[in-house]
């Protein structure tokens, strides 16, 4: 049983202290794409490209703002910021995206595609067509969609890396309510690893992240009432900053995970082993 908050908790209080991580180069020179870039672990994921010395970023989202923001961050730390407006369900805008990305850069050599939406908590039975449309055409289809037009440029770019977000809802969902997220993250892993089969001879590596409790808003906003306890009940007893889930998704894709394709790396803070 859950008791509701006073107040809501800080990200240090459910999170621990921000990460420090020492950039290695891991993507120096490298054209990035992040599909859904202006806020959490796409954000974090773009600036964390940036340290890593990627020529150039490529972010995508529908606000604008955050979108600006996003991209003069990432111009601070040294590297080329290029915001794009794109709603994730429109095919034509990520085909529009990827086609920008090449006319600018001439190449594009990896990218994350990030965007995702959570229903709101209901039972399956009362849950609508229209919700079941919203989330598997942002989590499914889109990815679909997105990885149609990134595995050309990257073959015509001379190979690259691809990773899809997922979650580990998509691996075991033990939480009521949320049945169309679960399903549409399991259908999300098994395209990525049906791609990763097909595209890794001709040098793209396909790959998916399944983060596990981390602090963003779309984890604020899920409906748990009681965030503490769900933080101290996992294995860390504590919940994920959107830098730790960044961090292994720029892994994946830089050359230290050359030999690494169609897995599904779990950033969960033990979730999936307790």
């Keep these: ?9 800080s990200i240090t209080e459910l999170a621990g202290p921000a990460p420090c991580y020492t950039p290695a180069g891991r993507l120096a020179g490298k054209v990035c794409l992040v ?29 604008q703002a955050l979108g600006e923001e996003v991209a003069e961050a990432l111009g601070r730390i040294g590297t ?25 850069f001439g190449r594009l050599d990896v990218a994350f595609n990030n965007a995702g939406f959570q229903e709101r908590r209901a039972p399956l039975a009362i849950q609508t067509d229209d919700v079941y449309g919203q989330v598997f055409d942002t989590n499914v289809r889109a990815v679909f969609h997105a990885m149609r037009h990134e595995i050309p440029a990257l073959i015509a770019s001379g190979g690259g890396a691809i990773v899809n977000n997922t979650s580990v809802s998509g691996m075991r969902n033990p939480n009521p309510g949320l049945s169309l997220y679960g399903a549409s993250k399991a259908a999300a892993i098994a395209l990525t690893r049906s791609a990763a089969m097909e595209y890794a001879p001709q040098g793209v590596r396909i790959n998916a992240i399944a983060p596990g409790r981390v602090v963003t808003d779309m984890m604020l906003s899920s409906g748990i009432a009681d965030m503490r306890t769900v933080a101290g009940s996992l294995p860390l007893r504590r919940m ?19 030999y690494i394709v169609g897995h599904v790396l779990a950033a969960d803070g033990g979730f999936l082993a307790a």
């Design 240 to 258: 994920g900053h959107p830098d730790e889930v960044a961090a292994a998704v720029v892994w994946l894709l830089s050359g230290e995970a050359s």
């Design 1 to 9: 049983m859950t008791v509701t908050e006073t107040t809501a908790p």
């Design 35 to 63: 599909v859904g870039a202006t806020s959490g672990i796409g954000r974090a994921t773009a600036l964390r490209m940036a340290a890593e010395r990627a020529a150039a970023v490529v972010v995508s989202g529908r606000r």
């Design 80 to 104: 080329t910021g290029v915001f794009v407006t794109a709603d994730v369900t429109c095919e034509a805008h990520l085909a529009g995206l990827v086609a920008q990305t090449m006319t600018r």
